[in-house]
């Protein structure tokens, strides 16, 4: 038995928990504003708040509908759009009504219930500025069939204007709630929420089925993708909510992440942050906002995907990830866990646990970049992340990592021992970049021609040491 709250419904069922939350609301509860759209995460069409008990706060994200297995709303609460509606418009509707912003009708529900997230977010950001580029932001994953995105931008920057206005920075979240609601953005039974959730069970589900084989389910980002119809009657043993997952923290000089960890814990984590100053920049080029609410680490690895960004990120911090089966663990390279295409060293029954890396000293750089046809919410041409350790102008150890140029994520071994014990100059980069290109091996298809990505990876290797503090390369000299 599944239990959750739906809107302002407390749903207990038996339905098959591979059976995704758009399908459960749409057919089985009839609420059809939730919309059908590309069924692969990449509209925003079916976009959904889910709110959970996190610390002792209740917090809200928006995340796809149409890959969301309904295990995975185990103990939380579920908005749709007409939990969204009140007897009238919310400011947020009201914003996007008054800038032309409705126009067909189909993306709307997606864009309020995104932007209505985006107004329940905690920031401590004054400037208006840098509200609006959140507002935004929060509708990356949306997309405006009648091109008409200006005048949905036009709304966010109004939403925020209007939150910025008030001083909300001081608030916890039980406090913003609650202006919220005085303010007409939510309805009033958001206020009895955190209760009612708290009276739930906190049972996740994770029993596997009598009706087939174990799936391990993660965010079900790309396994909904691939196989959605078998997905609904499989046996799977969900794991995004597993709290020994969901974990990052030091231990021994080395970072700790769990496999269940999402994309957004990792970027909002200040231990993460920490240590890599630039890791919001970085993140964000990693799909779209609900996305990243939805994606573990976990799961990005075991798809084995060529271009699988969070997997090109931590190839490059040699990290090490731990595997389980029935309780007993083993201790793996992340570069040696690819055999060949979709082929792992793991055992079917075998997950992911914990995923660890050195951490790097101060005198460290770590770039990653992405080239795609857009900037979010895309799939990389090509894309690649660098770990120099420095002893002052001397590289001491070097991790180089390459998605889309080969059959793997690729660990470029030979390269990354070329710049060891190096001095960083032109023709060091130069020389390096020529063994890269031997390393690699990438096709003609979709995404790019071979010259063409391999012109982005020399490009992209040039960027990590160009965007190296205190650099003094010219790229007019490397190219």
């Given at each position: 038995m599944?239990s959750?709250?739906?809107?302002?419904?407390?749903?207990?069922?038996?339905?098959p928990?591979?059976?995704?939350?758009?399908?459960?609301?749409?057919?089985?509860?009839h609420l059809?504003g939730?919309?059908?759209?590309?069924?692969?995460?990449?509209c925003?069409?079916c976009?959904?708040?889910?709110?959970?008990?996190k610390?002792?706060q209740?917090r809200?994200?928006?995340?796809?509908s149409?890959?969301?297995?309904?295990a995975n709303?185990?103990?939380?609460?579920i908005?749709t759009?007409?939990?969204?509606n009140?007897?009238?418009?919310?400011?947020?509707?009201?914003?996007?009504?008054e800038?032309?912003?409705?126009?067909?009708?189909?993306?709307?529900?997606?864009?309020?219930?995104?932007?209505t997230?985006?107004?329940?977010q905690?920031s401590?950001?004054?400037?208006?500025?840098?509200l609006?580029?959140?507002?935004?932001a929060?509708?990356?994953?949306?997309?405006?069939r009648?091109?008409?995105?200006?005048s949905l931008?036009?709304?966010?920057?109004k939403?925020?204007?209007?939150?910025?206005?008030?001083?909300?920075?001081?608030l916890?979240?039980d406090g913003r709630?609650?202006?919220?609601?005085?303010?007409?953005?939510?309805?009033?039974?958001f206020?009895?929420?955190?209760?009612?959730?708290?009276a739930?069970?906190d049972?996740?589900?994770?029993?596997?089925?009598?009706?087939?084989?174990?799936t391990?389910?993660?965010?079900?980002?790309?396994?909904?993708?691939?196989?959605?119809?078998?997905m609904?009657?499989?046996?799977i043993?969900a794991?995004?909510?597993?709290?020994e997952?969901?974990?990052?923290y030091d231990?021994?000089?080395?970072?700790?992440?769990?496999?269940a960890?999402t994309a957004?814990?990792?970027?909002?984590s200040?231990?993460?942050?920490s240590?890599f100053?630039?890791?919001?920049?970085?993140?964000?080029l990693?799909?779209?906002?609900?996305i990243?609410?939805?994606g573990t680490?976990?799961?990005?690895?075991?798809?084995?995907?060529?271009?699988?960004d969070?997997?090109?990120?931590?190839l490059?911090?040699?990290s090490?990830?731990i595997?389980?089966k029935?309780?007993?663990k083993?201790?793996l390279?992340l570069r040696?866990f690819y055999?060949?295409?979709?082929?792992?060293d793991?055992?079917?029954d075998e997950?992911i646990?914990t995923i660890f890396f050195?951490?790097?000293d101060?005198?460290?750089?770590?770039n990653?970049?992405k080239?795609?046809?857009r900037t979010?919410?895309?799939?990389?041409?090509?894309?690649?992340?660098c770990?120099?350790k420095?002893d002052?102008?001397?590289?001491?150890?070097a991790?180089?990592s390459?998605g889309g140029?080969g059959?793997i994520?690729?660990?470029?071994?030979?390269?990354?021992?070329?710049?060891?014990?190096?001095k960083?100059?032109?023709?060091?980069i130069?020389k390096?970049?020529?063994?890269?290109?031997?390393?690699?091996?990438?096709i003609?298809?979709a995404?790019?021609?071979?010259?063409?990505?391999?012109?982005l990876?020399r490009?992209?290797?040039?960027?990590?040491?160009?965007?190296?503090?205190n650099?003094?390369?010219k790229?007019?000299k490397?190219?």
């Amino acid at each position: 038995m599944i239990s959750f709250i739906l809107n302002n419904q407390t749903i207990q069922t038996s339905i098959p928990p591979g059976t995704t939350v758009l399908d459960f609301v749409r057919y089985h509860k009839h609420l059809v504003g939730t919309k059908i759209g590309c069924r692969e995460g990449d509209c925003g069409a079916c976009t959904v708040l889910v709110g959970e008990i996190k610390n002792g706060q209740l917090r809200y994200r928006s995340m796809t509908s149409c890959l969301m297995p309904l295990a995975n709303a185990q103990g939380k609460h579920i908005v749709t759009i007409e939990g969204l509606n009140m007897e009238e418009l919310s400011p947020v509707q009201q914003a996007i009504v008054e800038e032309g912003g409705t126009q067909c009708g189909f993306c709307t529900v997606g864009f309020v219930v995104s932007l209505t997230g985006f107004a329940m977010q905690g920031s401590d950001l004054l400037n208006l500025k840098d509200l609006v580029n959140l507002a935004v932001a929060s509708i990356d994953g949306n997309i405006c069939r009648c091109t008409g995105y200006k005048s949905l931008e036009r709304a966010a920057e109004k939403i925020a204007g209007l939150l910025n206005f008030q001083s909300l920075v001081n608030l916890n979240t039980d406090g913003r709630l609650q202006w919220l609601v005085e303010n007409k953005y939510l309805p009033h039974y958001f206020l009895e929420i955190k209760k009612r959730l708290e009276a739930l069970s906190d049972n996740s589900f994770s029993k596997k089925q009598k009706n087939g084989n174990g799936t391990f389910v993660g965010g079900g980002t790309d396994l909904f993708v691939q196989k959605p119809e078998a997905m609904v009657d499989a046996s799977i043993e969900a794991i995004f909510d597993k709290k020994e997952l969901n974990k990052i923290y030091d231990k021994g000089g080395a970072c700790y992440i769990g496999a269940a960890a999402t994309a957004t814990d990792i970027k909002e984590s200040p231990f993460m942050q920490s240590i890599f100053p630039k890791l919001k920049q970085h993140i964000k080029l990693v799909s779209s906002t609900p996305i990243r609410n939805m994606g573990t680490l976990g799961g990005n690895l075991v798809n084995a995907s060529p271009i699988g960004d969070l997997t090109i990120f931590f190839l490059a911090l040699d990290s090490s990830i731990i595997l389980n089966k029935n309780g007993n663990k083993r201790t793996l390279k992340l570069r040696h866990f690819y055999k060949a295409y979709k082929t792992l060293d793991k055992a079917p029954d075998e997950y992911i646990e914990t995923i660890f890396f050195e951490i790097p000293d101060k005198k460290s750089h770590f770039n990653f970049e992405k080239i795609c046809k857009r900037t979010h919410l895309d799939i990389a041409s090509v894309n690649t992340a660098c770990l120099l350790k420095m002893d002052g102008d001397i590289i001491r150890e070097a991790h180089i990592s390459a998605g889309g140029v080969g059959p793997i994520p690729k660990y470029l071994e030979r390269s990354s021992a070329a710049l060891k014990g190096q001095k960083i100059n032109t023709g060091l980069i130069k020389k390096t970049a020529a063994i890269i290109q031997e390393e690699i091996s990438p096709i003609s298809d979709a995404r790019g021609t071979e010259a063409y990505k391999r012109l982005l990876l020399r490009q992209l290797f040039f960027g990590h040491f160009l965007e190296m503090e205190n650099s003094t390369l010219k790229l007019e000299k490397l190219v």
